[in-house]
């Protein structure tokens, strides 16, 4: 993964991974490096009608609620997957 901005707020990281500008995730950079934070929109066919967070590791992908401590947070990394690296592909 690629590191792509610094020192964000939890609602300038989430803005950004919303954006789907491009594949997109955050972390906090006391967390282990292939921990990774992403957003799912919902598809027609999906049972979920709303978006939701996820995380993903090496461990697989489990939904995400964040606490009070990471929402107040102000040192969000953004990271662009590559080649090998966590699926950003969302």
Known sequence: ??????SLSFGDATDRIKSKIRPLG???????????????????????TAPYFYVSSR?????????MIEMF?????????????IDLKI
């Open 1 to 6: 993964m690629r590191v792509v901005e610094t």
């Open 73 to 85: 947070n102000n040192n969000w990394i953004l990271v662009e997957g590559d080649e090998g690296s």
């Open 26 to 48: 955050m972390r906090l950079p006391q967390w282990s490096e292939e921990v990774v934070i992403l957003v799912q929109e919902p598809d027609p066919k999906s049972k979920m």
């Open 59 to 67: 461990f697989g992908k489990v939904c995400w609620i964040p606490t």
